[in-house]
């Protein structure tokens, strides 16, 4: 059994990005002067929330996709693409917060590295279960 320390390392230090951009919110709603629970109001802290949201969700396709490729594929491969994600939320949340059009480079870097995860553990398990013969 691989003890999967490098993916764990890269989830904590997701979960942390993730955080991070939640406390970007707070900080974005004492600039604003807008308590919670109003989300509207100033254009800063739409943008903020609205990129710390997108982050959210796409944080369960990305962990699933992480820990199923380096179970089945590679630890080292699937902590590299997990830290390649975590720049591309970390690029897209700094554009995204500067003007919404600025969010695609670094939605793009995430987006191809979850792609590469999902995909990637998905093309492993067909060709593990055509190896046994399931399929």
Not at 53 to 68: R, S
């Amino acid at each position: 059994m691989q003890p999967h320390v490098l993916v764990a390392i890269v989830t904590i230090i997701s979960v942390l990005t993730y955080l991070t951009m939640g406390l970007r919110v707070a900080g974005a709603r004492r600039k604003s002067g807008i308590a919670a629970p109003a989300m509207t109001g100033d254009p800063e802290l739409e943008r903020t929330i609205r990129a710390h949201y997108n982050t959210l969700e796409w944080l369960p396709i990305y962990l699933v996709g992480l820990w199923l490729f380096a179970i089945y594929w590679n630890d080292l491969v699937a902590a590299g693409l997990g830290i390649v994600w975590i720049l591309g939320r970390i690029l897209y949340v700094r554009g995204y917060i500067a003007a919404a059009e600025k969010r695609e480079l670094g939605f793009g870097i995430q987006a191809l590295a979850t792609a590469v995860l999902l995909f990637g553990a998905l093309g492993r398990l067909v060709w593990l279960l055509i190896k046994v013969g399931y399929a």
